[in-house]
């Protein structure tokens, strides 16, 4: 179970990291209730550091969790 958590959140990282590699910015939608604006749109940029952080860190997590026993049958 440990491996395929390891590896799950290592595979996320990569994505991640590639996603944030890829886009300049990523603008949210507005919240509206009822026709009111209840939240304004937002502008996430991610840093410059982010998306190499992210694919490297992902790296090391899958890496990892190759080298963890597979669930051993009692």
Known sequence: MWR???LA????????????????KA????QMSGGQV????RDLTPPDW?????LAGG???VIYSFTLPKKVSD
Do not use: D, M, R, T
């Open 38 to 41: 209840v939240q304004p749109a």
């Open 59 to 61: 790296a090391v997590v």
């Open 50 to 54: 982010a998306p190499w952080s992210l």
């Open 27 to 30: 603008v949210l939608k507005p």
């Open 9 to 24: 959140i290592g595979v996320y990282c990569c994505l991640l990291g590639a996603e944030a590699l890829a886009i300049e």
């Open 4 to 6: 395929s958590f390891f």
